[in-house]
């Protein structure tokens, strides 16, 4: 199935009214591109009457709803923009199930009629030489998709039989090549086209041979760099109705999830070499940094949270990002601040607090060739888990990896803190947040949950953050293999 042709049964109308949402919370705020005035597409669906439907279009990975239009009692609307609005794909939404999709772009006025049982199959369009090749396209890919659905509930049947299974196999791959030559003949016969755009910028790269090294054998690594260096081929970064179509999203996503070497340096890398194509064009400049500090903010992935922090320092402390509210921008940038410190690879912040002698102690002071930084909480039902796992990998690991445990608690209480600590048996070195030389624990250390786990080498450089006690072991491990 296409793109072009995706579910939107979550509800259209939820997606894009929580996408406004978003953006009037981001500040964000379209200057779309001029395209001219006097626009007016007529429609008329049969069996549809005395009613209303919107006109929504997509932005990156989201739709947000445009209009809200009249429809009369012979199913006939217009819509007839009250302002400049962007080039790309819109959508008539007549139900979160019912819609379908048309181009704006150079066609100005045209009319679109069909019938509410069958929106897409009976479409009839006139005026309309863009739309006309779009439904052409649609069409065309619903029908082989039909075909391949088909051929793959054949594949089950003949699970057993290897010969059956061969020719599904060669009759689905010979559908997909016929697509794909089907898509790219329109793109060449067409070449000014808004599908012809879309149908390019979905394009990836085809692979050529591979060439021979010197050595006679083929280059393992010729596919992947090839792959890489081509991704973009074809894709102008200045041209925003790459941003109202469904299709520009999905590729970034895809560039950075599956074709960028999954390392924060290398990321960042290609980050600021998309970032810049972009920049001569205000509106995807803007959508590009929105992507990679949106990506990259809460990144599950350990050590991500660098790309955030370079986005951060290079577009928005720079003052090069100007469309946020100040209250929005003072918070990205300080939290940027915040995680810096904290990166893979940084001095950890020095703590300095109280124990339960009333004696200080200084975390940097502690001799160790790895220590665990365990923030907790008396009250905390996860660290109920965590701490007993934590409690046993001590004392079977303690002397193997020289692992020493600096336990952080947030609870102001003292005795709720000492019982803690006598019920969980944790004997190992024990301070109170609250009581503390060096500043609030929570900004130094980015805590807004328990338990937090950060992981130290001998330097008290960190090597790990936000593990859970299971991770540690094959953590540690893997880190000593890798220093070998």
Not at 307 to 321: G, I, L, N
Request: glycine fraction near 4%.
């Amino acid at each position: 199935m296409t793109c072009y042709e995706m579910n939107i049964n979550k509800s259209i109308m939820v997606r894009a009214n929580k996408f406004i949402l978003f953006i009037l919370a981001m500040g964000i705020f379209f200057p779309f591109l001029a395209i001219g005035k006097g626009y007016m597409i007529r429609f008329r669906v049969k069996g549809l009457k005395d009613t209303t439907c919107m006109i929504a279009t997509y932005y990156g990975n989201g739709t947000y709803v445009k209009d809200t239009l009249k429809v009369d009692g012979s199913g006939r609307f217009i819509y007839k923009p009250k302002e400049d609005f962007p080039r790309g794909i819109y959508i008539v939404v007549i139900t979160d199930k019912t819609y379908f999709e048309f181009i704006i772009d150079k066609d100005k006025k045209f009319l679109m009629e069909t019938e509410l049982q069958d929106l897409s199959g009976k479409m009839v369009l006139s005026g309309t030489p863009e739309n006309s090749l779009f439904y052409d396209y649609l069409q065309y890919n619903r029908s082989k998709y039909a075909e391949i659905q088909s051929l793959q509930a054949q594949e089950k049947k003949y699970k057993d039989i290897n010969d059956s299974l061969k020719a599904i196999d060669q009759r689905i791959i010979a559908l997909n090549a016929g697509m794909i030559k089907y898509k790219l003949n329109i793109a060449e016969k067409n070449p000014d086209s808004f599908v012809a755009f879309f149908i390019n910028a979905m394009r990836e790269p085809e692979i050529p041979e591979v060439p021979l090294l010197p050595n006679g054998r083929k280059d393992s690594t010729f596919i992947y760099r090839y792959f890489q260096a081509h991704f973009w081929d074809g894709t102008d970064f200045t041209d925003e109705r790459l941003l109202h179509t469904p299709v520009f999203h999905n590729k970034l996503k895809k560039y950075f999830e599956k074709v960028v070497v999954q390392t924060p340096d290398s990321i960042i890398h290609h980050s600021d070499i998309l970032i810049e194509k972009a920049r001569k064009n205000p509106e995807m400049f803007k959508y590009l940094v929105w992507f990679v500090t949106y990506t990259f903010e809460n990144s599950e992935i350990m050590g991500f949270d660098k790309v955030f922090v370079h986005v951060v320092d290079r577009y928005y402390v720079t003052k090069q990002v100007t469309w946020l509210t100040p209250a929005v921008m003072e918070n990205i940038i300080k939290k940027g601040k915040r995680l810096k410190p904290l990166l893979l690879g940084e001095l950890a912040p020095n703590m300095i607090m109280m124990d339960t002698s009333n004696q200080l102690v200084s975390m940097q002071s502690i001799q160790a060739d790895f220590l665990v930084l365990l923030f907790w909480d008396p009250d905390c039902g996860h660290c109920e888990v965590e701490i007993p796992k934590l409690k046993e990998l001590y004392e079977k690991e303690k002397d193997s990896l020289g692992i020493k445990i600096f336990t952080v608690c947030s609870d102001s209480s003292l005795v709720k803190w000492k019982a803690g600590i006598r019920k969980k048996k944790m004997n190992w070195i024990n301070v109170d947040g609250p009581r503390t030389l060096t500043g609030d624990y929570h900004d130094q250390y980015d805590i807004s949950t328990t338990p937090v786990i950060y992981l130290l080498d001998s330097r008290k450089i960190i090597i790990a953050k936000h593990l859970l006690v299971d991770q540690i072991l094959l953590f540690l491990k893997n880190w000593l293999r890798q220093r070998k």
